[in-house]
């Protein structure tokens, strides 16, 4: 079976997909971080509330992310995913959750942020009332995350470069030729791999990170409907918010791929 990922973990490029370029000269990359996974869902615990997890005790935490990676690796065309940069992450069942998950999900990452990195900041800049103001992008694939959160507790492994320098309006374009079980990452998984791994943007190699895109949600307003949300390193800071997708293609700009266990 083809690999569709390279050695570096970000999807090849086909056909007419529009892209920074075809070879990734990785001016704009991450470092692995540590997966140290009895901190990692320490911090889940301390940012949410142990509340949120009572149907996901750190056994079955752990359980869950070493089956994903299982599947991952066995699969032939997307091995190399874990061969870049990836994260664990978990979204409480949805009905945990006292009010408007997808906010209560940033402002914890904030607070894990600032927790470890006390130098530096997290600011929220994007609109407020983010749950009220979004929906699903088309063909994301999305909805396959929802049905389960609305059931029970998600784990997932969010891989945050995959698609780098790819055109965001593309995005589900790519994601139509990959595994079924690939899903177009959105504020959710990325703001909760951010609480379990806040220093997924920080940097000792000289090299700048990424802006990651978020790209599964989109705003309703039709007249916002060209703008996207995202994470992004800003002095060692860490922000929130949203931007226009019009214009040239970017090498800064990486969407996520996510994958949950089922």
Same mark, same amino acid.
């Given at each position: 079976m083809q690999q569709n990922v390279d050695s570096n973990g970000r999807v090849?490029?086909? #056909?007419?997909?529009?892209?920074? =370029?075809?070879?990734?000269?990785?001016?704009?990359?991450?470092?692995?971080?540590?997966l140290d996974l009895p901190a990692i869902y320490q911090r889940f615990v301390k940012f949410l509330g142990s509340d949120l997890f009572v149907d996901l005790?750190? =056994?079955?935490?752990?359980? %869950?992310?070493?089956?994903? $990676? =299982?599947?991952? %690796?066995?699969?032939? &065309?997307? &091995?190399?995913?874990?061969? #870049?940069? *990836?994260?664990?992450?978990?979204?409480? $069942?949805? &009905?945990?959750?006292?009010?408007a998950p997808l906010e209560q999900l940033v402002v914890a990452a904030g607070r894990s942020f600032e927790d470890s990195y006390p130098n530096f900041e997290f600011r929220f800049l994007a609109e407020s009332d983010l749950d009220s103001k979004l929906e699903l992008r088309q063909d994301s694939r999305?909805?396959?995350?929802? $049905?389960?959160?609305i059931e029970r507790s998600v784990v997932g492994l969010y891989f945050p470069t995959a698609l780098s320098g790819f055109a965001i309006p593309d995005h589900t374009v790519v994601l139509s030729r990959?595994?079924?079980?690939?899903?177009?990452?959105?504020?959710?998984?990325?703001? &909760?791999a951010f609480i379990g791994s806040p220093g997924l943007l920080m940097k000792n190699d000289g090299k *700048?990170?990424?802006?990651?895109?978020?790209?599964?949600?989109?705003?309703?307003e039709q007249s916002q409907s060209h703008m996207?949300?995202?994470?992004?390193?800003? #002095?060692?800071?860490? *922000?929130?918010?949203?931007?226009?997708?019009?214009?040239?293609v970017s090498e *800064?700009?990486?969407?996520?791929i996510s994958v949950i266990a089922q």
């Open positions: 090849i490029p086909a #056909g007419s997909e529009r892209v920074y =370029s075809v070879t990734d000269r990785r001016y704009f990359c991450l470092e692995q971080p540590k005790d750190y =056994s079955e935490f752990t359980r %869950q992310v070493a089956q994903l $990676k =299982s599947e991952v %690796q066995e699969d032939p &065309s997307l &091995s190399n995913l874990l061969q #870049g940069i *990836y994260v664990p992450f978990v979204l409480p $069942k949805i &009905s945990f959750f006292t009010d999305w909805e396959n995350i929802h $049905k389960i959160w990959l595994a079924k079980n690939l899903v177009l990452s959105g504020i959710p998984e990325a703001a &909760s *700048y990170p990424n802006l990651l895109a978020l790209t599964a949600f989109l705003p309703k996207f949300h995202f994470f992004e390193a800003y #002095g060692w800071n860490l *922000y929130f918010n949203n931007r226009s997708q019009i214009g040239a *800064y700009y990486s969407g996520g």
